[in-house]
């Protein structure tokens, strides 16, 4: 005898795509600058905030390597307070 499975719980899908478009309509309206990069720090993304902000076309700058802007003081624990 063969067993045909007819559906999928799809519940989980659902809620990471309705998420992922909330984020995506908080980083695109944001007046704030997004930079979303992979793991080797390559720009693949930038809102229109960053864009506003820094000047930069997206174009210009989507595929180069993001530099960290900040010192270590700056982003140090013990300095969050």
Same mark, same amino acid.
């Given at each position: 005898?063969? #067993? =045909? %499975? ?5 519940? @989980?899908?659902v809620?990471? $795509? @309705? ?6 309509m908080?980083?695109?309206? #944001?007046?704030?600058? *997004? /930079?979303?990069?992979? @793991? ?5 993304? *930038?809102?229109?905030?960053? *864009?506003? /902000?820094?000047?930069?076309? @997206?174009?210009? *700058? /989507?595929?180069? $390597? ?5 010192? %270590?003081?700056? =982003?140090?624990?013990?300095n #969050?307070?």
């Open positions: 005898m063969k #067993t =045909v %499975k007819f559906a999928n719980d799809i519940t @989980a899908d809620n990471q $795509r @309705a998420d992922f478009e909330l984020l995506s908080v980083a695109n309206e #944001t007046d704030n600058a *997004v /930079i979303i990069t992979n @793991a080797q720090r390559e720009i693949q993304y *930038v809102n229109k905030g960053f *864009v506003h /902000i820094t000047g930069f076309s @997206a174009d210009l *700058v /989507i595929g180069k $390597r993001k530099r960290m802007n900040c010192s %270590k003081a700056q =982003v140090s624990p013990k #969050t307070n």
